[in-house]
């Protein structure tokens, strides 16, 4: 039997429209003061819901990143440690789920002590609707330090110490400088430096708190691990080409999507009028960082460099994530432009001249990368209530250098010593005992086996191994 739709005439659908239009009058007291008081009542419900609704798809957009890290991290590594690096994205992101919970929000968000850290609100004590939605949106940053820190260390650390790290970053490392920047009592928000200076540390969306956190612990680990067997013969640096540019590909378009969570979401306003600034100035820093490295690589070389030019984009994401909010599209693309050139010149100069091993490119793209979004607020920020940004409330305080402002720099430049001395001190300490009691490092017979094998028991691509007669 065949099920048909019934048949309608246009002048039945009016006639219907015409009389629920009827009984919604009739419900209705045109010029009351109830009806003046529910409406805006309704309305404020509804940009409620909407920021909460907004909140909960931006985290879960930001989510997605940690399977673009992933890609990334495998695309640019050998074949016999993907599995390795697998179960360590993957452990990041369920660590820091419960750990942030535990412990990381109340450090990050409870009650401040001495501007230095929170105090209370562990294991979400006497959360509500509204701490939950906001807790969501913050864990799902917490987690990304450490898997940048991944990446870096990639193909020659010791499993369990990269998960008692991870455990710390999120519990201690992280959220301890999250608060000096984002809990709104922290030492670079308020207290005597901001006094001082004249106004606050601005950092929208993470180029320093998540960033340059993740890339100077990275650096600390990458000087405490060493480099990969092979990596440098006579000092000079040689490549280790990873397995699949496709995947490493995949992954950074899926970290670039990410970022329409990570950048737009931290408007933390579903109703916000700045959304769509914030995520034009995003994607013309990414693209620009892309564009300036293929170019760079191109004529250095004679060939553009895929990978390189993927780190090109991240750089200028990275490097945007500070200022989005805060500057004119133009500067959004210089912005990136230069983040692009320090992730070129980083990669350079790390091998070259520091003989660091960063497979995926970690330290340059985050670390150096962040520390330059956080300096082009204060160079490019048009300044709260100027210009543009004429009724944002989440713009930079002061104006950039080039617009006749010193103070938004200088509070900048104090943040951006601060992030390094914090992430790279603390980090090279845990990263150093970690080495002293369980070892950082695997044996050099398990590094050339490969972690699949040796940690795990197991290989990502089976039917590429030697099958034993």
Same mark, same amino acid.
């Given at each position: 039997m065949i099920r048909t739709l019934p048949k309608f005439d246009s002048r039945m659908i009016l006639q219907f429209l015409l009389l629920i239009s009827v009984i919604l009058m009739a419900f209705a007291v045109p010029g009351s003061a109830e009806t003046v008081e529910q409406n805006t009542e309704d309305i404020a419900s509804l940009q409620t819901a909407l920021t909460f609704l907004w909140l909960i798809i931006a985290g879960a957009i930001v989510f997605l990143m940690h399977a673009g890290f992933s890609l990334v991290e495998i695309g640019l590594t050998r074949t016999k440690n993907t599995a390795n690096i697998l179960m360590k994205n993957f452990m990041t992101i369920c660590l820091g789920v419960v750990v942030y &919970? %535990?412990?990381g929000w109340g450090i990050m968000y409870g009650a401040d002590y001495a501007g230095l850290i929170g105090i209370d609100q562990f294991f979400l004590m006497g959360a509500d609707n509204a701490m939950w939605n906001s807790w969501w949106f913050q864990m799902v940053?917490? %987690?990304?330090?450490?898997?940048?820190?991944?990446? #870096?260390?990639?193909?020659?650390?010791?499993?369990?110490a990269y998960l008692i790290y991870t455990v710390l970053m999120v519990a201690l490392i992280y959220p301890v400088y999250g608060h000096w920047v984002w809990s709104g009592a922290g030492i670079l928000t308020s207290g005597f430096l901001v006094d001082a200076i004249g106004v606050a540390h601005h950092d929208f969306a993470g180029s320093g708190v998540v960033? @340059?956190?993740?890339?100077? %612990?990275?650096? %600390?680990?990458?000087? $405490?691990v060493g480099s990969r067997i092979g990596k440098f013969r006579n000092g000079k640096p040689l490549a280790i080409p990873g397995h699949s540019l496709p995947l490493a590909f995949l992954g950074t378009l899926i970290l670039a999507f990410g970022w329409v969570?990570?950048?737009?979401?931290?408007?933390?306003d579903g109703n916000d009028p700045y959304i769509n600034l914030v995520i034009a100035n995003t994607f013309l820093a990414g693209a620009a960082g892309c564009i300036a490295v293929m170019l760079i690589t191109w004529l250095k070389t004679g060939k553009p460099d895929p990978s390189l030019t993927a780190n090109g984009m991240l750089a200028g994401l990275v490097a945007i994530t500070a200022p989005c909010g805060s500057v004119e599209n133009w500067a959004a693309i $210089? /912005?990136?432009i230069v983040g692009g050139i320090i992730v070129y010149a980083g990669v350079m100069f790390n091998e070259n001249v520091l003989k660091l091993d960063d497979?995926?490119?970690?330290?340059?793209?985050?670390?150096?990368?962040?520390? &330059?979004?956080?300096?082009?607020?204060? /160079?490019? @920020?048009?300044?709260?209530?100027?210009? /543009?940004? #004429?009724?944002a409330v989440y713009a930079a305080e002061g104006v950039g250098l080039i617009y006749g402002g010193y103070q938004q720099f200088l509070i900048q430049v104090v943040a951006v010593i601060i992030s390094i001395v914090w992430a790279f001190g603390i980090s090279f300490i845990i990263f150093k005992v970690l080495d002293w009691t369980i070892g950082l490092r695997v044996s050099e017979e398990h590094e050339i086996t490969g972690l699949d094998i040796v940690e795990h028991g197991i290989s990502a691509y089976p039917e590429f191994m030697i099958q034993e007669e």
């Open positions: &919970w %535990a412990v940053f917490a %987690a990304t330090g450490a898997t940048i820190v991944s990446g #870096a260390m990639a193909e020659r650390t010791d499993f369990k960033h @340059s956190i993740g890339g100077y %612990a990275a650096l %600390a680990g990458v000087l $405490v969570g990570f950048n737009g979401g931290s408007t933390l $210089v /912005i990136g497979p995926v490119g970690a330290i340059a793209v985050h670390g150096y990368s962040g520390s &330059w979004g956080l300096l082009s607020v204060g /160079i490019f @920020s048009v300044g709260m209530g100027n210009g /543009i940004l #004429a009724d």
